[in-house]
C-alpha cells in the first residue's frame, strides 16, 4: 500500500471482510457462543485456544479434528500440549482429506498425545458425527464457548448445534 492514495487504501479496507473460518463467530444459543476455526497444526491450534481463554467464557470447549491421515500420523505426538487452554476436549475421527484410511492412525492418537501430556484432562475420542452431536449437546452450558477447529468438514458442526441447542 505504499504509494497509494489514502482515499484508495481506505475504500479497499472498507471492502475487505475479513479471513475466513479464523475465530469465526458463528452464532449463540442457550448461553454458548459458537466459534470455528481453521487451526489444524499444533502451534495454530495453541494459539487459537490462547486467545480463545482470554475471552472470559466460563469454559472452553474444544472440538478437533485431525486432518488427513499422512499429517495426523507425522503430528500426532506434537499436539499434546497444543491443548493445554481446553477445559474439556472432544477430538473426532481424521477428515481424510482425499487420503486412504491408514492402519492404526486415527484422531485416538491426539486425544492419547494429550492425555500423555496432561494426564487427568476432560479428553474424549468421539469417532461418529451424530455421537459428538449429541455428547455436545449434553455438555454444553450457559458462558461456555464452544470451539471447533479443523480444516475439514467440522465446520458444519457449530450450525448443527446451534440448532439443537436452540431447540433444546
Do not use: I, K, N
Request: glycine fraction near 12%; charged fraction near 25%; include cysteine.
Amino acid at each position: 500500500m505504499a504509494g497509494a492514495a489514502p482515499e484508495a487504501v481506505a475504500s479497499a479496507l472498507a471492502r475487505f471482510g475479513g479471513v475466513a473460518r479464523r475465530f469465526e463467530h458463528r452464532g449463540q444459543a442457550a448461553g454458548v457462543v459458537l466459534v470455528d476455526d481453521y487451526a489444524h497444526l499444533p502451534t495454530e491450534v495453541g494459539a487459537v485456544l490462547a486467545t480463545a481463554r482470554s475471552g472470559g467464557f466460563a469454559r472452553v470447549v474444544a472440538v478437533f479434528q485431525p486432518h488427513r491421515f499422512s499429517r495426523t500420523e507425522a503430528l500426532w505426538s506434537s499436539f499434546g500440549g497444543a491443548f493445554d487452554d481446553a477445559d474439556v476436549l472432544y477430538v473426532t475421527d481424521v477428515y481424510p482429506s482425499g487420503e486412504a484410511p491408514r492402519p492404526g492412525v486415527s484422531g485416538r492418537l491426539v486425544a492419547d498425545a494429550v492425555l500423555r501430556d496432561r494426564p487427568g484432562a476432560d479428553v474424549r475420542y468421539v469417532a461418529r458425527r451424530e455421537d459428538l452431536l449429541d455428547a455436545l449437546v449434553g455438555e454444553l452450558r450457559d458462558g461456555d464457548l464452544c470451539l471447533t477447529m479443523g480444516a475439514g468438514d467440522l465446520t458444519a458442526v457449530p450450525d448443527q448445534l446451534r440448532a439443537r441447542l436452540g431447540a433444546s
